[in-house]
């Protein structure tokens, strides 16, 4: 994760291409995010002073070569990426002042391939409220659950049904109704699309923009073609985040 003892003191200059038109605090700022991994020629530099800025009810797609750094990208923001380092603010506090638990509960990352746990899909649903980053809000009900199923398409699943019987597909649309009954200020999406078929897809893309009308905001990875939710769309290549033309 970025180390919060040793955030350098002033963002570098960064590209202003990656950033949204607005006067106002944005809702997620990333400043220099550096990152190298290992690889079998040693350290390989993947993310080279990236700069991100995110506006409330705002989605921005990242777009790029395989092997570019995407998730790479998505890790360093929601705090999950030993050794990362540059500045993070959640609507203007410094991560520093916040602790890892609750800047991930905050800024929620789906990975590509997301854990579905052992049991029925209401147990998956649940799963977040018995972690301590939720142990203190109450678990929504039954209701609640159906409808964010619903939303996504979902509305054959049974909550009592075996998790283990759901398709791909609709293992990754139970985990993206997991992260959204947590109710984040940010969604850090990992091609959460990628194994669904057009229907599904068009279900996603409808719950992800309501949950940006809501006032969130969406980081996506996205290999599929352009559905015209994002606002803007930042192309990731040789470490570097640069505007793709529209």
């Known amino acids: ?139 929504p009900v039954d209701s609640e659950l159906r409808a964010v199923l619903d939303c996504l398409g979902l509305a054959d699943i049974a909550l009592d049904r075996d998790a283990a019987r759901l398709s791909v597909g609709q293992q990754a649309r139970v985990a993206l109704a997991r992260v959204l009954l947590t109710a984040p200020a940010v969604l850090l999406l990992d091609e959460a699309d990628a194994a669904l078929d057009d229907a599904s897809a068009e279900a996603v893309r409808v719950a992800v923009a309501r949950f940006a009308a809501g006032g969130g905001g969406v980081v996506r990875v996205r290999h599929r073609a352009d559905d015209g939710l994002a606002s803007r769309r930042l192309r990731l290549e040789h470490g570097r985040l640069s505007e793709v033309a529209r």
């Open 1 to 139: 994760m970025i180390s919060n003892d040793s955030l350098p003191g002033a963002p570098a200059s960064g590209s202003m291409l990656c950033m949204p038109d607005t006067n106002h605090t944005p809702l997620l700022e990333a400043r220099a995010l550096t990152a190298s991994l290992i690889g079998d020629d040693g350290a390989v530099q993947i993310l080279d002073g990236v700069d991100v800025v995110l506006a409330s009810g705002e989605t921005v797609d990242v777009v790029g070569p395989s092997g570019s750094g995407k998730t790479t990208l998505l890790r360093a923001l929601a705090r999950l990426l030993p050794g990362a380092s540059g500045e993070l603010a959640l609507r203007g506090a410094d991560s520093a002042s916040l602790a890892p638990v609750r800047w991930r509960s905050a800024v929620a990352l789906l990975p590509q391939k997301p854990a579905i746990s052992p049991g029925t899909v209401r147990d998956n649903l649940l799963m977040p409220f018995r972690l301590k980053a939720h142990a203190a809000e109450g678990q």
